[in-house]
């Protein structure tokens, strides 16, 4: 199989299709374009997710954490703790690992999350550290499900707004900076490597996620591997929608532009932790508190009740396909 996330037909032929076995406990499992599951408790229910990298041990630590609680976030859920599993290389220092864990500590202190417990081996055979954080939290309700019922079907004006919080591509550009810093330096200046650097640590949008969940959210979506595009097909599988996405309203930094060019990467495929959707009655409206909260975010398209997921850009239009690992993914995971 090709480096990278696997296809969407190869998670449900090959990984899903396989998990026949159902606890009544277990209230959602494992989905395409689910990142997380929910567990029936005595009392609130409990959600769950799993992310995991491989590289640079502070940035992959940066990487997975980000993942393991924005997926949650984006379920509807209340992150409050964390698992953290790490297999490194045995020439590690360990000021690594000690400098490893102050920065997983410091992330989860800033959003209310504890490092619960976890895993930590040095082990033969790795080459570089591989990091597993799983999030734990609580959920009222899930941020998803399909979209229209019957009733919306009668009213043919009743579309929705699509929001993109943060922006495209900051991951991915984060990284690329730091894998390739000797090599940007013969073009870039420093402080502009070091600007693109410090994109990995706006990574979590915990926070803006639950100001979303009190702002008419029908349904939200994290941008991760895959990139936005990649997440905007799955929120449209999970809400069994169509929409039309306008391209130059996406929010993109102009060092993500210039690094994907300089790269040539599609920044709209690359890995893209950071970015949330938000599907919502009054897009304005959230994109106007998300920014007062110090955040981008923009209204960039619309949901509709047919099948077709759209990208327009000026008279130009394309359809979105399924997520793969296509030529800008391959790319990116080479260097990562």
């Given at each position: 199989?090709?480096?990278?996330?696997?296809?969407?037909?190869?998670?449900?032929?090959?990984?899903?299709?396989?998990?026949?076995?159902?606890?009544?406990?277990?209230?959602?499992?494992?989905?395409?374009?689910?990142?997380?599951?929910?567990?029936?408790?005595?009392?609130?229910?409990?959600?769950?997710?799993?992310?995991?990298?491989?590289?640079?041990?502070?940035?992959?630590?940066?990487?997975?954490?980000?993942g393991a609680v924005n997926s949650l976030a984006a379920m509807g859920a209340e992150p409050f703790a964390v698992q953290v599993c790490v297999l490194m290389p045995e020439s590690t220092k360990e000021s690594m690992l000690r400098?490893?864990?102050?920065?997983?500590?410091?992330?989860?202190?800033?959003?209310?999350?504890?490092?619960?417990?976890?895993?930590?081996?040095?082990?033969?055979?790795?080459?570089?550290?591989?990091?597993?954080?799983?999030?734990?939290?609580?959920?009222?309700?899930?941020?998803?499900?399909?979209?229209?019922?019957?009733?919306?079907?009668?009213?043919?004006?009743?579309?929705?707004?699509?929001?993109?919080?943060?922006?495209?591509?900051?991951?991915?550009?984060?990284?690329?900076?730091?894998?390739?810093?000797?090599?940007?330096?013969?073009?870039?200046?420093?402080?502009?490597?070091?600007?693109?650097?410090?994109?990995?640590?706006?990574?979590?949008?915990?926070?803006?996620?639950?100001?979303?969940?009190?702002?008419?959210?029908?349904?939200?979506?994290?941008?991760?591997?895959?990139?936005?595009?990649?997440?905007?097909?799955?929120?449209?599988?999970?809400?069994?929608?169509?929409?039309?996405?306008?391209?130059?309203?996406?929010?993109?930094?102009?060092?993500?532009?210039?690094?994907?060019?300089?790269?040539?990467?599609?920044?709209?495929?690359?890995?893209?932790?950071?970015?949330?959707?938000?599907?919502?009655?009054?897009?304005?409206?959230?994109?106007?508190?998300?920014?007062?909260?110090?955040?981008?975010?923009?209204?960039?398209?619309?949901?509709?009740?047919?099948?077709?997921?759209?990208?327009?850009?000026?008279?130009?239009?394309?359809?979105?396909?399924?997520?793969?690992?296509?030529?800008?993914?391959?790319?990116?995971?080479?260097?990562?």
């Amino acid at each position: 199989m090709k480096r990278g996330k696997i296809s969407e037909s190869v998670l449900k032929r090959t990984v899903i299709k396989e998990i026949q076995y159902k606890n009544k406990t277990v209230k959602k499992g494992a989905a395409a374009g689910g990142d997380g599951a929910v567990f029936a408790t005595d009392g609130r229910d409990m959600a769950s997710s799993v992310s995991a990298y491989t590289g640079e041990i502070i940035m992959s630590g940066r990487r997975a954490f980000a993942g393991a609680v924005n997926s949650l976030a984006a379920m509807g859920a209340e992150p409050f703790a964390v698992q953290v599993c790490v297999l490194m290389p045995e020439s590690t220092k360990e000021s690594m690992l000690r400098a490893f864990m102050i920065e997983l500590h410091n992330m989860g202190k800033d959003i209310g999350v504890q490092i619960a417990g976890g895993h930590t081996e040095t082990a033969a055979g790795i080459e570089r550290p591989v990091v597993t954080v799983t999030s734990y939290g609580f959920v009222e309700r899930l941020s998803y499900g399909k979209l229209y019922n019957e009733k919306d079907c009668q009213e043919p004006d009743n579309e929705y707004d699509i929001v993109m919080i943060g922006d495209t591509g900051l991951e991915g550009t984060a990284v690329l900076a730091v894998e390739n810093e000797e090599e940007l330096h013969k073009r870039f200046t420093g402080a502009y490597i070091d600007k693109a650097k410090a994109y990995i640590k706006e990574l979590v949008i915990v926070r803006e996620a639950a100001a979303a969940a009190t702002h008419g959210m029908k349904a939200m979506h994290d941008t991760s591997k895959g990139g936005v595009f990649g997440a905007l097909w799955e929120l449209g599988e999970n809400l069994k929608c169509g929409m039309e996405i306008n391209l130059r309203s996406i929010p993109i930094r102009q060092e993500t532009v210039e690094l994907c060019e300089y790269f040539d990467l599609n920044p709209y495929f690359i890995n893209s932790l950071g970015g949330l959707l938000v599907v919502t009655e009054d897009g304005e409206g959230l994109a106007g508190k998300i920014r007062n909260m110090g955040k981008t975010a923009a209204v960039i398209g619309r949901t509709d009740r047919g099948h077709q997921r759209t990208i327009v850009n000026n008279d130009e239009k394309r359809y979105l396909e399924p997520p793969k690992s296509g030529k800008a993914e391959e790319l990116l995971e080479k260097r990562i």
